[in-house]
């Protein structure tokens, strides 16, 4: 089946619209009809029915048609596109000169098949992770409301490094989505903003950058931790890492349950967040290689910077991987995984991508190594484990939550 495809050089070469798509055949034929096919990422995904793109993204690019934002001559703009979910903005517009921003490494791989997938070049991409970013001048800023608060007044405050004195800066969210403390974050980060009509859903929020309220970006959020197996260690977390503020009860659950491990233990920390279930792992036997992998660039520099912090000792033992699950980990090359999965993607409820992780695992643990896995008790876990490894144990569960553990035979 053809995926949705978006218009992006209909009117004055930029307005989106949802194909006919019963009236395309393929993909190549979306193509001649200067359709983009966008894909979720990663493609094949069960639920088709999620999009590639929303109504913020069509309600940016019409915007820009209909302002004339882009320039008439040859000549590229420059523009920074902030959280572009799966490349919808970055593919309508990569006849410019594009720097795409954002956390999430599924993201910015969905944003690069996109773009091999409807034959567009990337040489006009820049693309940068949430913390290393370039602070070239852009012409157009266009921002999709990030979910975490704290994340927003980050981006805001770098949006200042990316401003001279003439860029237009439009952010995009879900009319439900922006609300007066959103509009207040934006007035006293950034400057004075108006926000449009609400349009299928979406609104914009224009800004006039006033340069004085430029501030030093805002510091990672730092806790101690107050549970038994992990004392005296200090939480760092970057703006847009998972429950920033204080531990996760489902993983103050899972610290009670770890298991005991021996001397040389190959260890992946699967989803890792700030680290703390790798770094409790290695409080109980130091002797460990322990690998952490999380798809937000921020989640993994947390967990280096917890662990360089709390366990200098042991970093080199460490290694800290931005990855989607654990994509090419080597077969056989772990002996226990633990795992707090996520159960969404971006703003969507999903179980694929603890699907994902859990094959993943299958793939990646040797034979007689453990996944421990730690969930909601109504979301089935063991029922995909037992499926997958052929056994699935309780190691103990509360109202909330059960910990899981199931071994590669
Ligand atoms: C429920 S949080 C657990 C965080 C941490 N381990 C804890 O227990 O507090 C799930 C983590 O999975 C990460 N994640 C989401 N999708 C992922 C993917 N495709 N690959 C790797 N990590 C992913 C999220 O960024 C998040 O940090």
New binding site residues.
Partial sequence: MLSPCLNPQKADGLLLEQAPVEALDSTDSARQADLLVLERYPPAQVNRSLQAWDSGDEYLLKTIAEQSLLSSSATPIKIAIFNDNFGALSCSLSHQKITFISDS??ATKGCKANLANNLLSDENIEFCNSIELDEEKADLILVKLPKIKAYFHYQLQQIHRLCGDNTKIIIAGKAKDIHTSTLTLVEQQLGECKTSIAWKKSRLIFVNRNAKKQTELPAHKEWQLDVENLNNVAVGNHAN???RDS??I??RF?LDHLPKVKAGTRVG?????????GMALLQKQSDLTLHF????FM?VQSAKMNVEKNFPEQSSQCQFHW???LNDVEAASLDLI??????H?QQAVTDH?AW??FQDCYQVLDTGGEVRI?GNRQLGYHIKLKRLFGNARIVSSNKKFVVLSAVKL
């Fill in positions: 490494y599924v890492v998972f429950s531990l996760d489902g993983a899972m920390d699967l989803g890792c967040g700030n680290g703390v279930l992998f999380d798809e937000s989640a990855n989607d699950c633990l795992c707090n999965p996520p159960f993607q991508i994902q992780m730690i």
